[in-house]
């Protein structure tokens, strides 16, 4: 059984920064391709970093340069640092995380409440 437990969100001004955490149970973490998405209220949910196995990263645009993806697998946990933060990047960010066979896996989400 997969379990993924977020942390990390909060309030924070803008141009401020956080640190995202999610850590995975259950399976081999390092063999997961491991994302953060996030959705604003009366959005769909959209995609925001993506990290590989083999630590390959790719950003949405709107995050790019500001935002940062990586993994620690020996404490099974995938983290988003996010600086330079704007009222734009207010919403719930969730943990993915995908199996080599294409399952996947949500947290809970975490809040990030950006203020002007």
């Known amino acids: 059984q997969v379990q993924l437990v977020e942390s990390g969100g909060g309030l924070v001004q803008a141009g401020g920064s956080l640190r995202l955490s999610c850590t995975k149970s259950?399976?081999?973490?390092?063999?997961?391709?491991m994302g953060w998405y996030r959705q604003a209220p009366g959005k769909q949910r959209e995609l925001v970093a993506r990290?590989?196995?083999?630590?390959?990263?790719n950003y949405a645009g709107s995050v790019e340069g500001r935002f940062t993806i990586s993994r620690d697998n020996a404490k099974n946990t995938v983290y988003l640092q996010m600086n330079s933060l704007k009222p734009e990047d207010t919403a719930v960010y969730y943990c993915?995380?995908?199996?080599?066979?294409?399952?996947?896996?949500w947290g809970q989400g975490t809040q990030v409440t950006v203020s002007s």
């Open positions: 259950g399976y081999i973490f390092s063999d997961y391709t």
């Open positions: 993915d995380a995908d199996s080599p066979a294409g399952r996947g896996y």
């Open positions: 990290i590989t196995s083999g630590g390959r990263t």
